[in-house]
C-alpha cells in the first residue's frame, strides 16, 4: 500500500513491518530477561504507551496546525493575530512554562497527568507543523493560484484540490520534524518534577524508564540498553513509516524542494520562521502614528523622557502594591528565595550564555565541517546524512546523569564534570540545526555553481572559500537561530540535575536555567519564574533583532535565483 | 588543422535507474575564426556536449581534440557563457569577473584593470561595485559575458546565452557579441553557440549544425551564406531560405524519431 505496487508491495511492506516487529520483540525479550529492576518487566507496555503517546499527540499537533497553518497563511486579519503569537511561543523556552502549564493539570488525578504528558509533548511538537503549513501554503506559485481562481475554485474546493496537494510535503517533513523532537523531549514529558516531586504517567513510558534508570538507580549501562533499545524503535518506525512516505511524495509537487529524507523541513521551517519575523509583523496604524511624532525630538530627549515615565510607572506599582492583591502576591513572589538571586541575573545571564555561546561554536564548527565534506566527497554524504535521521532523535538528555556521575568520579571536580556535561547536552541538542541547515542548503548548491568554479578552476580551500561557503552562508544564520532557540530550551534541564532523594542535594552551575530550576522545583515561586521567562524571553527577542534579523537581510543577495 | 575536433563522442549516463543516451556518435570540427551553432530540440544532449567540449564532463566513448591534443578538464583557453549567467551572488559585478584572473594568479592590480576593462566594453562602466542580486537579467549577462572573456580563452562556448532574457535584451546582447566576434584583435577566435531558437542561429552563425532528439546525433550542417553585416538582410528570402533549410532538417530529425519510437 504504502509503495503503491499492488499486491506484492503490499506483502512485502508488510513481511517488513512484521520483521521490525519481531526485531522489538526480541530486543524486549532479551532485556528483560537480563535485567533485574522491578519496572523492566512490562518493556513492550512501555515501549507501546511512548509509541501511541507520540502518534496521538502528532495527530493533535497535525489536527491544530493544518486549519491555523491554513488560515494563517490565507487570511490577513488572521494572521496578524496568530503568526506573533504562535512566533513568541516558539522561540521562548517552552520548557520553562511546565511546571506552570500543568500544575492544574494536575489536580484532575490520572488522567490529568496523562493530559499534561500530552500537552507538554504538544508544546515541543506542534510548531514545525504550523510553519511548515504556512510556509507552503504562501510558496504556493501565483499562477497556480490564478489558474484555480479562473476555474471558479474557490472554498472547501480550493482547499481540496490546490491547498492540501501543495502542504502534502511540508506537511510530511514538518509532522517527521515533529516526530523526532517529541522522542527527544519525551523523556522530559514522561518525568515531570513537580514541587519536589517526581510526577510519571500511570501507564509508564520510556521516556519514564530511561529517567528512572538515570536518575533514580543511575546505572550507566541500563541507560546504555534502554537508549539502543530507543534509538532502535526511532530507526525502524522511520523506515517503515517516513521514509516511504517521503519517497512517495517526491513525485508531483509543485514545490521546487527536493525531498530528501536528510532535509527541507528544518531548512523551510527557519526560512519561514525568518520570513515570518521580519516582513509579516505590521504595526498597527496608531501606533506608527505615535513613533511618527517621536521622530521629531532628539534621542537623548526620547531617552529621558522613556527613563521619567518608566520610573513614574515603577515607582506608582511600588506604592499601589499594598492595595491590590496581585501587586502583593508579586511583590510577595520577590521577597522570597530564590527571589534574592534575581539580584546576581547580569552574573548569571553571562555565564549562561557563556555556555550557549561555546556550544554553539562547537555545533557550528563540526556542522560546517560535516557540511563541507558531505558536499566535496559523495561517500562521505552518504554516510553523514543516516547519522542526522536517526541523531536528532535520539534522547540524548537521558544520559545526562549517568555523564555527569562518570565524569565527576573520573575528574574528581563534580562542579567541572556538570559544566562538561553541560556544554555536551548543548551541544548535542544544538549541533542537529546547524547540521540540516547546512547540509541542505550544500546539497541545493546550484550545479551551476559548480560549473562555473570547475570551469575558472577553483580547486581546494580557494573552492571552498569562494564557493561553498558563501552559498551556505544563509543558512548558517538560519540553523543558528534555530539552535540558539533549542538551546534555550535544552539549558532548564542541563544547568540542573535533580535529586531524587530527599537527603542529597540537587547539583547545579550558576545560570539563569538552573534558577528558573530553582524557582519552579524547589520551591514553586511562580513570580520569580515568570519573572526569569520574561527575562530570557527578552533576551532570545533581543537576539533575534540586533543579530539574526540583521545578518539574514545581509545575506538575502546570496540567495542565488534560478 | 581545425581547432577543435569533435570525434565520435557518445554520452550516457544512468538517472533514476534508467540509461540516458544523451550523445550518439557525435563527430564535427570547427576551424580558426568560425562562429558555429549548435541546433536540437530539447534534451538532444547538446548543452551537454559543450560541457564535455569545456571538460566539465567527461564522454563515455570518443573524445574532443583542441588543436591537436584531447581535452581532459577545464583550461583557460577555453571560456563559458552560461543560459543562468552563474554569477556568484556574493561577489561584486567587478570581483565576478576577476575570479578567473585570481585563479589564474594574476597579482590584485592587474586583476582589477583587466577586470574593469572588460566591464567596460561590455557597456557596464559604473556598476563595478553591484551585486548580481541589483542587476537586470541582461546586465548579469553582460557580466558573464565579461567574465568568460577576460582570461583571453581562444574559444568561447555559448550555452542558449540569450534564451533567458527577453527578446530586446536578446537583441542587443547578439549584437554585443558579433561585434566583439568582429574584433578579431584580441578577442576569441572560434565561438561555439547551443541555441534552440533556429533564427538567432542563422543570423549569427557561419555554420549551423543540426542535431537529432535524444539520443542526440549530427543530421545535418547548413553553411549560412548571407553576407554580413546580416541586419540589412534579415527581411530578405536570402536570409528566410536558410532559416527554412535548418528547420526542415530538424522537422524531418523529428519525424524520424517519432516513427522509429512507433515501430517500437
Known amino acids: 500500500m504504502m509503495l503503491g505496487e499492488g499486491a506484492s508491495g503490499l506483502r512485502r511492506y508488510l513481511m517488513s513491518v512484521a520483521a521490525g516487529l519481531a526485531i522489538l520483540f526480541v530486543m524486549c525479550w532479551i532485556i528483560e530477561n537480563f535485567v533485574g529492576y522491578p519496572e523492566i518487566k512490562s518493556l513492550p507496555l512501555h ?15 497535525i489536527a491544530w496546525g493544518v486549519p491555523f497553518g491554513i488560515l494563517a497563511a490565507t ?20 520548557l520553562g512554562y511546565f511546571p506552570l ?100 504517567p500511570p501507564s509508564g513510558g520510556l521516556g519514564y524508564l530511561l529517567a528512572r534508570a538515570s536518575y533514580f538507580y543511575k546505572d550507566m549501562n541500563l541507560a546504555a540498553i534502554l537508549l539502543v533499545f530507543v534509538t532502535s524503535i526511532v530507526i525502524i518506525i522511520n523506515s517503515l513509516t517516513w521514509h516511504k512516505l517521503m519517497e512517495r511524495t517526491k513525485l508531483g509537487m509543485f514545490r521546487p524542494i527536493s525531498l530528501d529524507l536528510s532535509g527541507v523541513g528544518k531548512l523551510q521551517v527557519a526560512r519561514m520562521t525568518g520570513w515570518v519575523h521580519f516582513t509579516r509583523f505590521h504595526w498597527p496604524t496608531s501606533f506608527s502614528l505615535v ?26 506599582l511600588y506604592s499601589e502594591m499594598e492595595h491590590f492583591p496581585t501587586l502583593r502576591m508579586i511583590r510577595d513572589g520577590l521577597a522570597n528565595p530564590p527571589g534574592g538571586e534575581l539580584v546576581q541575573l547580569p552574573v548569571l545571564i553571562t555565564l549562561t550564555m557563556g555556555r550557549l555561546a561555546i556550544a554553539y561554536g562547537i555545533s557550528l564548527a563540526v556542522a560546517i565541517l560535516l557540511g563541507v565534506m558531505a558536499a566535496e566527497h559523495k ?39 556538570l ?70 530550551n535544552t539549558i532548564i534541564f542541563s544547568e540542573y540535575l535533580p535529586s531524587t532523594e530527599p537527603t542529597i ?10 534558577l528558573l530550576d530553582k524557582a519552579g522545583y524547589e520551591y514553586g515561586n511562580t513570580v520569580v519564574l515568570v519573572a526569569i521567562l520574561g527575562v530570557i524571553s527578552t533576551i532570545v527577542l533581543l537576539m533575534e533583532a540586533l543579530i539574526w534579523r540583521r545578518l539574514l537581510k545581509k545575506f538575502e543577495r546570496y540567495h542565488v535565483e534560478v | 588543422m581545425s581547432v577543435l575536433e569533435i570525434e565520435k563522442v557518445t554520452k550516457t549516463f544512468v538517472e533514476d535507474h534508467t540509461t540516458v543516451h544523451a550523445l550518439d556518435n557525435v563527430s564535427f570540427s570547427i576551424e580558426k575564426d568560425e562562429f558555429v551553432c549548435l541546433v536540437g530540440p530539447s534534451g538532444c544532449g547538446k548543452s551537454t556536449l559543450l560541457r564535455i567540449i569545456a571538460g566539465l564532463e567527461k564522454a563515455s566513448s570518443g573524445r574532443v581534440l583542441f588543436h591537436g591534443k584531447p581535452i581532459t578538464g577545464p583550461t583557460p583557453n577555453i571560456s563559458m557563457i552560461f543560459q543562468l549567467f552563474g554569477l556568484l551572488p556574493w561577489k561584486t559585478a567587478l570581483e565576478n569577473v576577476e575570479v578567473p584572473l585570481e585563479v589564474l594568479g594574476k597579482p590584485k592590480d592587474e586583476r582589477v584593470v583587466i577586470a574593469k576593462e572588460h566591464l567596460k566594453m561590455v557597456g557596464l562602466k559604473g556598476f563595478e561595485n553591484t551585486y548580481p542580486h541589483d542587476l537586470s537579467g541582461g546586465m548579469k549577462q553582460r557580466v558573464g559575458i565579461a567574465r568568460a572573456l577576460a582570461i583571453k580563452p581562444e574559444v568561447l562556448l555559448m550555452d542558449e546565452p540569450f534564451s533567458s532574457l527577453d527578446e530586446l535584451t536578446a537583441k542587443t546582447l547578439r549584437e554585443l557579441v558579433l561585434s566583439i566576434w568582429r574584433n578579431r584583435e584580441t578577442l576569441p577566435d572560434d565561438y561555439l553557440m547551443v541555441s534552440h531558437n533556429v533564427e538567432e542561429a542563422v543570423y549569427m552563425a557561419d555554420r549551423v549544425i543540426v542535431m537529432s532528439p535524444r539520443p542526440g546525433r549530427v543530421i545535418g550542417e547548413v553553411k549560412i551564406e548571407v553576407p554580413r553585416p546580416r541586419t540589412q538582410h534579415l527581411r530578405e528570402p536570402i536570409y528566410f531560405g536558410f532559416v527554412d533549410e535548418v528547420v526542415a532538417m530538424l522537422e524531418k530529425g523529428n519525424n524520424d524519431c517519432a516513427i522509429k519510437n512507433h515501430d517500437r
Open chain 1, 101 to 200: 502549564a500543568i500544575g492544574f493539570l494536575f489536580a484532575l488525578g490520572p488522567i490529568g497527568i496523562e493530559l499534561s504528558v500530552i500537552v507538554l509533548l504538544f508544546t515541543s511538537m506542534a510548531w514545525a507543523i504550523f510553519f511548515g503549513v504556512v510556509g507552503a501554503v504562501r510558496g504556493i506559485p501565483t499562477n497556480v493560484v490564478e489558474a484555480s481562481r479562473s476555474f471558479g475554485f474557490t472554498g472547501w474546493k480550493y482547499t481540496r484540490h490546490v491547498v492540501l496537494p501543495a502542504i502534502m510535503p511540508a506537511l510530511i517533513s514538518g509532522a517527521n520534524l515533529a516526530w523526532s523532537d517529541g522522542w527527544f523531549f519525551m523523556i522530559a514529558a514522561e518525568y515531570i518534577q513537580y514541587k519536589g516531586d517526581i510526577v510519571a
Open chain 1, 505 to 514: 542535594q540537587p547539583v547545579s552551575v550558576p545560570g539563569i536555567g538552573s
Open chain 1, 291 to 316: 513613533t511618527q511624532r517621536l521622530r521629531k525630538y532628539s534621542r537623548l530627549e526620547k531617552a529621558l523622557a522613556l527613563i521619567i515615565v518608566v520610573s513614574a510607572i515603577i515607582l506608582i
Open chain 1, 47 to 61: 515501549a507501546f504507551s511512548t509509541v501511541s503517546r507520540i502518534t496521538l499527540t502528532l495527530l493533535i499537533s
Open chain 1, 419 to 488: 559544566e562538561i556535561t553541560c556544554v555536551t547536552m548543548l551541544v548535542l541538542d544544538m549541533i542537529w540545526y546547524m547540521f540540516i541547515n547546512i547540509t541542505s542548503a550544500v546539497k541545493t548548491i546550484p550545479p551551476d555553481m559548480k560549473e562555473v568554479g570547475q570551469l575558472f578552476g577553483f580547486k581546494g580551500l580557494k573552492r571552498i572559500t569562494h564557493l561553498i561557503i558563501p552559498s551556505i552562508l544563509p543558512a548558517i544564520v538560519t540553523g543558528s537561530i534555530l539552535s540558539w532557540g533549542t538551546g534555550w
Open chain 1, 379 to 417: 561517500r562521505m554524504a552518504s554516510v553523514i546524512y543516516p547519522i542526522y535521521d536517526v541523531g536528532q532523535g535520539v534522547p540524548i538528555l537521558a544520559l545526562f546523569p549517568v555523564m555527569y556521575l562518570g565524569l565527576s568520579n573520573a575528574l574528581g571536580a563534580p562542579r567541572l564534570a
Open chain 1, 75 to 94: 487570511n490577513k486579519t488572521a494572521s496578524m493575530v496568530i503568526t506573533p503569537i504562535i512566533d513568541l511561543l516558539q522561540s521562548i523556552p517552552i
